[in-house]
Each structure stands twice: as C-alpha cells, then as structure tokens.
C-alpha cells in the first residue's frame, strides 16, 4: 500500500499578500483600499497569520497600527517576494495579444483631461484597448496592472515619471457672473474637496484679499465644480490644464489677472522600464504631446 506523507503547509496565500500591504502602507485600511478588501478582512489575515507564527505582528492602537519588532523583521523578504510575484504577473499579462492598456488616473483628470487626448491616442493605435480606472490616491505600479497613472503631484525626478504640465491656479467664472479683479473679494467661492486649500493659497500667494477663503459651496469631484462654475453658482479656483477647454470656449473667464503655481504637477508615473508594454512610449508621447 502506497504512503502519501503528510506535507507542513503554509499559512494562506491571501494572508501574507495582506501582511507585506499593510506593512508597506503601515495601514490596513490602505492595504484594504489596494487589495479591494476591507479593513476588517485585512485584521483577519494578520490575525490568521499572527495565530501560524504565535507572534504579534502589529501593534494596534485608537491610532492606527504599528508593525513589531517580529513583524518588521520580515518586510524586506515579503516585499522582494510579491515584487516577484508583480513582475511574474505583468509579464504573463504582456504576453496576450490583445491585452487592455491600463490606465489610472485622479477624477478630474479622467474627466477633464485625458479624454480628448485618449482619442487622439486611440487614432493612432487602434489596436489597443484603452481602460480608464478613476482613484484619488496613484497606484503601486511595482504591484497593480496599471500600465501609466496620471495624477498631481511634485516631481521627484525619477527616470519613471513624466512631468506633463505645472499646476497653475487662477480664479474662473461664468461670463454672465461678471466677477472680476475686485468684485472677487465678496463672491461666492467654490471649493473641490481634492484641494481644500486652494483658496487660502491663492490669496496668500498673490497677496490678493479674500472675505472668506473657506467659506462656499464644496464639491466632491472637482468636475462637478467646474460645471456649476459654467452654470454661474460662483467662482472657482481653475488648475488651468484641467479647465483649458473651457477657457478656449468661452465657457468661464479668468476672474482675476493673478495666477500662481502651486509647486505640484500633472504627471505620468510609469512601470519600470522592463515592465512596460511596447506601445508606452508611444502612448506617452501622444498624451504629453
């Protein structure tokens, strides 16, 4: 009679999957958002994996979580081993002919920006597939099948980035509002919770005067600001890449002649070199172009 011996196993997949996320981001609700899990079922993994090693591996507190001197002892293995996994996943991907190119962009951007020059893009390439996914906070492009993000940020120089346009702000308004130079100081301002602090940067920048910089109508998306801009509801702080066309169209005006850059700027974020699709370079060019 044959023996099959009994073989140790490992702890679940999942659950170190969700260790090496939440100890990167130091935030189970981060490594949820990532995993597209929530914060709950993250605990369970650590708990699951806590139980396999018999070792606390966060500290958990009203603040947040904090990883062990157990815990940080496995990062860096944890990390090269889902890298691996990552780059695995990514070349498996870029070996299907039709795959979809993917692209992860903040809102606004996927709104107001790529759009049009998607189209031009889509001329130019129509073998490809396009997919546009919207998140408020740019993807790990070491672990996510995103081919590009396209978010604000500050340009930290790296061979991966490319620095698109500056983020320049100015106050816009409906034509028929008839805001202007210093009737803006007692208007209605319009707020996008992406950049609550706009206003008040502004007017300190520029050292133009506000009544209130943080009172007025707030907007989730800053798409939704903009159109009650063009509707006449008030004025909007314009981040003028975002709001260009509307310019060229006539559909809001410059409320006043200031203008400042906020030190952030449009950019695409790439994969490492040896991770991006032959097409990427086109695509970029044709995007930032």
């Not at 993994?45 to 009203?62: D, Q």
């Not at 293995?77 to 498996?92: C, H, K, M």
């Not at 962009?105 to 049009?116: H, I, M, R």
């Not at 989730?220 to 975002?242: P, Q």
Request: hydrophobic content about 40%; charged content about 20%.
């Amino acid at each position: 009679m044959s023996v099959t011996p009994k073989r140790p196993k490992g702890p679940p997949l999942n659950a170190m999957r969700a260790f090496e996320a939440a100890a990167r981001h130091e935030s189970f609700v981060a490594a949820g958002e990532e995993l597209n899990v929530t914060p709950g079922a993250i605990s369970q993994h650590i708990k699951t994996l806590e139980s396999w090693t018999g070792m606390p591996l966060f500290c958990r507190s009203a603040q947040g979580v904090e990883l062990t001197e157990a815990g940080k002892s496995l990062v860096s293995e944890f990390t090269s081993a889902f890298d691996g996994v990552a780059s695995a996943t990514r070349a498996l991907q870029n070996l299907k002919p039709n795959a979809d190119f993917h692209i992860a962009a903040l809102p606004s951007v996927a709104q107001l920006w790529l759009p049009k020059r998607l189209s031009k893009v889509r001329a130019h390439l129509p073998q490809i597939n396009f997919s546009v996914t919207a998140l408020e906070e740019p993807p790990s492009l070491s672990r996510e099948l995103f081919d590009m993000s396209i978010f604000f940020g500050v340009p930290d120089g790296h061979s991966d980035q490319i620095c698109v346009f500056a983020d320049v702000i100015a106050p816009v308004c409906a034509p028929a509002l008839g805001v202007h130079g210093a009737g803006l100081y007692s208007a209605t301002l319009l707020h996008d919770l992406t950049w609550a602090n706009d206003w008040a940067f502004w007017s300190e920048t520029t050292s133009v005067p506000l009544k209130d910089p943080e009172s007025g109508p707030q907007f989730s998306l800053y798409s939704l600001a903009v159109e009650e801009a063009k509707a006449g509801a008030g004025v909007l702080m314009g981040h003028k890449c975002l709001i260009e066309e509307a310019l060229v169209s006539g559909l809001l005006v410059p409320a006043h002649e200031k203008y400042c850059d906020t030190g952030r700027s449009l950019l695409i974020d790439l994969p490492h070199q040896s991770r991006r699709r032959p097409q990427t370079d086109q695509v970029v060019g044709l995007l930032s172009s």
